[in-house]
Structures are given as structure tokens and as C-alpha cells.
């Protein structure tokens, strides 16, 4: 158990349809990103929060937003949904104290189909 | 941007047997190099990273060279068991950036026959 929780684990809708996907870093955790992992792109890296901010953008679509609230959970947004977004999307979380900073811990990923 | 190429896509060894996966990476200015592990249905964990600044990492079954003036990183699992069958994933860090924002390799998917 990495110690980040994302919710839904799994989600079906339609085309043109929004959702949204949570997520629970791990106690302490300030940093959160989001990756999209699919058969054809492999993982993508989408955005980063840090204590509330936006701190990197990776090649999000503008159909994508997300946020990070006071208490630190993680909410991305997925609008105006196509099929090719139907992918695995995984939240992770990182330390920003001690040695060793680098490791990014992965949530279990909400699995996204869109019909 | 950074684009970073994995081989082979599919690994299949006996158990006992080692395992190596190469990467290389096209951003001279990348300087950190982590690997990830996947198992089904589950997120990737780390299992073994490299800064730029050392050319070898070792944990115990579980090594990680550099060649910097190569751009090219490898995984090497001695003594492989069922159990590190899984997807095996690459990483750069591109400098400058924040660590956590990776560019991934495509994946390893490794087999370990008993």
C-alpha cells in the first residue's frame, strides 16, 4: 500500500460527459501529480500541485483542470470527454523532506471508459 | 522535450537467469533516472533510481548503470524470480524540472519461467 488513495477506481460514461477523479496523498505529502497511462501513449505526465499551486504542466489537454485543496487531496477534472480518453489515470504523491526527494509513490489509478 | 526509448518491449527469462533492460535518453540536461515496477492493477512503485552524478547503483538483485556520454541507462535483475515478473518502467528527470515530472519509457513487460 503506497498510502495514496484515488477514488473511483473504475468509471464508465459517454462521449461529451465530465467527471472527476479523486485524490489522497500520502500523510504529510505536498506534492501531487497526475499521469495518464494508455496502450498507445504509455505514461504521460499531466500536472503538478504543490500546496495548493500549480507547479508544472505536462501535455494536458485544455479539456483537463484539476486543483488541490487546503486539506491537500487532489481533484482532476476530465470534460467534454472523447474516446481516446479512456486510459488509466494515476495520481502520485512526493516527500519534499529528506535525502531522498525523488521517489514518486503512485495511487492504485482510476481506470476511465468512455462509450 | 525530453523522449526516452525502452528495450526490449517484451522479456521472457527462466528462473535463475538475469534480466537487462536499456533505455536511452535524448535531453543531455536529465539528471535523474529512476525505475519503476508495475504488477497488474496496481500503480508503479520505485525500485531502484540513479542521479547523473554516479555512474552505478546496486541493491542487492537489483542494479542500475549510467553512461552519460552514451545517454543510456540499464536495469540489470540477477538471479530473477516469478515474482519480479511485472512491467518494468524507465525515467528521466529533464533538468531544471520539477522530480516528479517524468518522461516514461514505453515498458518492459518481464516473464520469469520457474
Known amino acids: 500500500d503506497s498510502g495514496v488513495t484515488q477514488t473511483p477506481k473504475h468509471l464508465i460514461t459517454a462521449t461529451g460527459q465530465r467527471v472527476t477523479l479523486r485524490c489522497s496523498p500520502r500523510?504529510?505529502?505536498?506534492?501531487v501529480y497526475w499521469y495518464q497511462q494508455s496502450l498507445d501513449q504509455g505514461l504521460q505526465f499531466l500536472i503538478q500541485y504543490y500546496n495548493g499551486e500549480e507547479r508544472a504542466k505536462g501535455n494536458i489537454l485544455e479539456r483537463f483542470s484539476a486543483q488541490q485543496f487546503p486539506d491537500l487531496h487532489s481533484e482532476l477534472n476530465l470534460s467534454s470527454l472523447e474516446l481516446g480518453d479512456s486510459a488509466l489515470y494515476f495520481c502520485?504523491?512526493?516527500?519534499?523532506?529528506?535525502?531522498?526527494?525523488?521517489?514518486?509513490?503512485f495511487g492504485e489509478g482510476s481506470r476511465l471508459t468512455v462509450l | 522535450g525530453e523522449n526516452v526509448e525502452q528495450h526490449p518491449s517484451t522479456l521472457s527469462v527462466q528462473e535463475g537467469d538475469s534480466a537487462v533492460i536499456k533505455c536511452t535518453y535524448s535531453?543531455?540536461?536529465?539528471?535523474?533516472f529512476p525505475w519503476y515496477k508495475q504488477e497488474l492493477g496496481k500503480g508503479p512503485q520505485l525500485i531502484i533510481d540513479?542521479?547523473?552524478?554516479?555512474g552505478e547503483k546496486k541493491d542487492q538483485r537489483i542494479a542500475v548503470t549510467l553512461n552519460k556520454t552514451a545517454k543510456h541507462f540499464s536495469l540489470h535483475i540477477t538471479e530473477t524470480q516469478p515474482e519480479d515478473s511485472a512491467v518494468y518502467f524507465c525515467a528521466a528527470r529533464p533538468g531544471g524540472t520539477s522530480y516528479g515530472k517524468l518522461t516514461f519509457g514505453q515498458g518492459t513487460i518481464l516473464t520469469v519461467h520457474p
Open positions: 502520485a504523491s512526493r516527500t519534499n523532506r529528506g535525502a531522498n526527494t525523488g521517489e514518486l509513490f
Open positions: 535531453d543531455s540536461a536529465s539528471n535523474y
Open positions: 540513479i542521479r547523473s552524478n554516479v
Open positions: 500523510s504529510g505529502d505536498l506534492s
